[in-house]
């Protein structure tokens, strides 16, 4: 499995971004994928999960209503749209595979794919 993220950048307060994650290898070891984020001195933390063939989402409550996770089956690629930034979005930006169907991605450390960071820094 290879997951290919870009995407990041700088961006001001209120700003938007989109992170695009290319994928490639075994569909049945991705049937679930995710986006997560570390930002300096904190914990990696799951961001937004989909199902990969039924659309199926989940939302960390810290950027419900902010971003949108979305693939695009054809491309294998998968998104996070990100909309009213903040300061505290700062963070290296992961993308991630799972062969597991929970979108919760609960207890699944030892079998996630990743894929590189890209960094996202908002500024005020």
């Known amino acids: 499995v290879q997951l290919q993220a870009s995407g990041g950048g700088l961006v001001y307060t209120g700003g938007s971004l989109r992170l695009s994650c290319a994928a490639s290898?075994?569909?049945?070891?991705?049937?679930?994928r995710a986006w997560f984020r570390q930002a300096p001195g904190k914990e990696r933390e799951l961001l937004a999960s989909i199902r990969w063939t039924t659309g199926n989402t989940f939302y960390a409550n810290s950027v419900k209503g902010r971003f949108t996770i979305s693939r695009k089956n054809a491309k294998n690629t998968m998104y996070l749209q990100m909309n009213s930034l903040k300061p505290e979005d700062t963070a290296v930006y992961y993308c991630?595979?799972?062969?597991?169907?929970?979108?919760?991605?609960?207890?699944?450390?030892?079998?996630?794919?990743w894929g590189q960071g890209t960094q996202v820094t908002v500024s005020s």
């Open positions: 991630a595979a799972d062969p597991s169907l929970d979108v919760t991605m609960t207890g699944r450390e030892a079998t996630i794919y």
């Open positions: 290898g075994p569909s049945w070891r991705m049937l679930t």
